[in-house]
């Protein structure tokens, strides 16, 4: 079993559409969340750290679930431009090394 | 400086060659991680410095791969007799100390072997 995992999708939405994607990891002790975005051939860029406590930038929300171990993102209100990967990362538990889901894509079709 | 600078950004090589990739971090970021990332998977782990100290080599695919950051800045993964199945964009980030603040990535070096 890997420790991120992702559906890859993709996910084919409508502008305006809400979506959402969850990630699951496996080790318990992780302490440390992050959804990044990337673009077809670029690198990966920060879309947002993950709070405990969930958080909000914008018409992005992310969540944490400890319990059942996994994160999500929420896009609402989707535009053309939020076409891209979105990556699940995870680190910490005891490992300095981030740990990245495959990816999910998401294309956003006017 | 104001961003993860990598280069070359491409570079092909033939089966057998030997190849350096260089990776400078932002300015005063402690940590620098090397990925691998083939097309359609997500960036693997390749190898870790906090310094110039290597903490974390595991990911590294075969004793041809080597990495090191002999100052604590600059970094240089190499690769030595290139096999095909090494083609993939190689992915350099670096970070503060803590980490809530995320990974900042270079736009990585596309290698391809033929």
């Known amino acids: 079993r890997k420790e991120v995992e992702q559906d890859p999708g993709p996910f084919n939405v409508p502008e305006g559409a809400t979506v959402a994607f969850n990630c699951t990891y496996s080790?318990?002790?992780?302490?440390?969340f992050f959804w990044y975005r990337q673009d077809c051939r670029k690198e990966p860029k920060l879309l947002m750290s993950v709070y405990s406590s969930g958080n909000e930038d914008g018409r992005f929300t992310a969540q944490l679930n400890r319990a059942s171990q996994y994160i999500s993102l929420l896009i609402r209100d989707s535009k053309l431009s939020d076409s891209a990967t979105y990556l699940c990362?995870?680190?910490?538990?005891?490992?300095?090394?981030?740990?990245f889901g495959r990816g999910t894509s998401l294309i956003v079709h006017p | 400086g104001a961003g993860v600078s990598q280069s070359p950004r491409y570079k092909v090589a033939k089966r057998g060659q030997d190849v350096a990739l260089r990776c400078d971090p932002i300015s005063g970021h402690v940590s620098l991680f090397w990925y691998q990332q083939a097309l359609g998977q997500g960036p693997e782990f390749l190898t870790y410095f906090q310094n110039e100290a290597q903490l974390d080599k595991s990911g590294l695919p075969s004793d041809r791969f080597f990495a090191e950051r002999p100052e604590g800045s600059v970094s240089t993964l190499k690769i030595q007799r290139t096999q095909q199945e090494d083609s993939a964009v190689y992915l350099c980030?670096?970070?503060?100390?803590?980490?809530?603040?995320?990974?900042?990535f270079g736009s990585g070096t596309r290698l391809t072997v033929v």
């Open positions: 980030a670096s970070s503060a100390l803590y980490r809530g603040h995320g990974y900042t």
């Open positions: 080790n318990s002790a992780s302490q440390s």
């Open positions: 990362v995870v680190s910490g538990g005891g490992s300095y090394i981030p740990t």
